[in-house]
């Protein structure tokens, strides 16, 4: 099969048409629920599949009794086409708000700590310098939110690169360090507490293969002991704090986390023995801004980056 090259959908006949045949073909794996989804005929749907995979000169999806099965140039080309969709819906609604009189939407992903401190600073500036800007925040891990960004669900991103991250085309401009510490309920330990005890508690933590998660088992592995067995996996903080609030369990939270909750009563940094929470943050990597293709962002993403690396730096003095 001979390799294309650039300008390949001009020579495959590629139109705007065959995008959305390919997402509906891809959410419903059935011809006929995708042309109703479409609003076309059936007929038209199979024609427009038929032109696409000649002239990519590949088959694209295989029909099995359960549907429409993609085959790996299929899946590889619903995914670039859910991008493509993403980007032109992306197109019409800051053409919409300039149009408008709006000053356009940014969609930021961020880890936990930043949701303490720098993201609620950033969004006061936001409102004073900017009040007709529609900011969008989305919380989760490092691992999700780079998924996210790769696929052109969010402008840039407040979190860390990892072993294992897609770094490709990426840029990281470290932010800040973020400690952790072992919190509880208030008034639960009443003394410091050496690693067997910890080994031995009931803990709420992220799910494994998180950064936090990884430091926390490490912790333990280099003590030569594995980690502790009696451990609930949660990623949202309200369930985090409601379980710690009604059970006697620890979790390892970042410390500005930790303080602010702290604050309100709700939580408490634990005590432990001199060493123990060096050892917990010796390797936990820096968060910073994740960004994909800088010169591509919108004139009000660049405009609330830009706010965001000030508030930062800021911050950091």
Excluded at 37 to 65: D, T
Excluded at 302 to 315: G, H, P
């Amino acid at each position: 099969m001979k390799p294309l090259n650039k300008n390949w959908f001009v020579r495959a006949r590629l139109k705007s048409r065959h995008i959305p045949v390919l997402v509906a073909l891809g959410e419903t794996a059935n011809l006929n629920r995708a042309a109703l989804n479409l609003g076309i005929s059936q007929p038209a749907m199979s024609k427009l599949l038929k032109e696409l995979e000649e002239g990519l000169g590949v088959q694209l999806f295989e029909r099995h009794a359960r549907g429409m099965v993609p085959t790996r140039y299929g899946e590889a080309m619903i995914r670039h086409a859910r991008r493509l969709l993403t980007q032109l819906d992306d197109a019409f609604d800051e053409v919409n708000s300039l149009r408008d009189g709006q000053a356009g939407s940014v969609r930021i992903g961020t880890i936990l700590t930043p949701c303490a401190d720098l993201l609620p600073e950033l969004t006061r500036q936001i409102k004073q310098r900017h009040p007709a800007l529609e900011l969008s925040i989305h919380t989760g891990s490092s691992r999700d939110l780079l998924a996210a960004l790769h696929d052109g669900e969010l402008d840039f991103l407040i979190a860390r690169f990892f072993a294992e991250a897609d770094q490709q085309g990426l840029r990281f401009d470290a932010l800040h360090q973020e400690p952790l510490s072992v919190c509880a309920r208030p008034g639960l330990v009443d003394h410091p507490l050496g690693l067997a005890e910890l080994h031995g508690m009931d803990w709420v933590l992220p799910p494994p293969g998180s950064v936090l998660r990884h430091e926390f088992d490490a912790l333990f592995l280099n003590a030569g002991m594995p980690p502790p067995s009696k451990v609930v996996n949660v990623e949202n903080l309200l369930l985090v704090t409601t379980l710690l609030e009604k059970n006697p369990m620890l979790t390892v939270l970042p410390r500005e986390v930790a303080e602010h909750y702290g604050r309100y009563g709700m939580l408490e940094v634990v005590e432990v023995e001199e060493g123990i929470e060096a050892c917990l943050n010796r390797n936990l990597m820096a968060y910073g801004v994740i960004i994909q293709n800088e010169e591509l962002l919108s004139p009000a993403a660049k405009s609330v980056l830009a706010l965001l690396r000030e508030t930062a730096r800021l911050q950091a003095a």
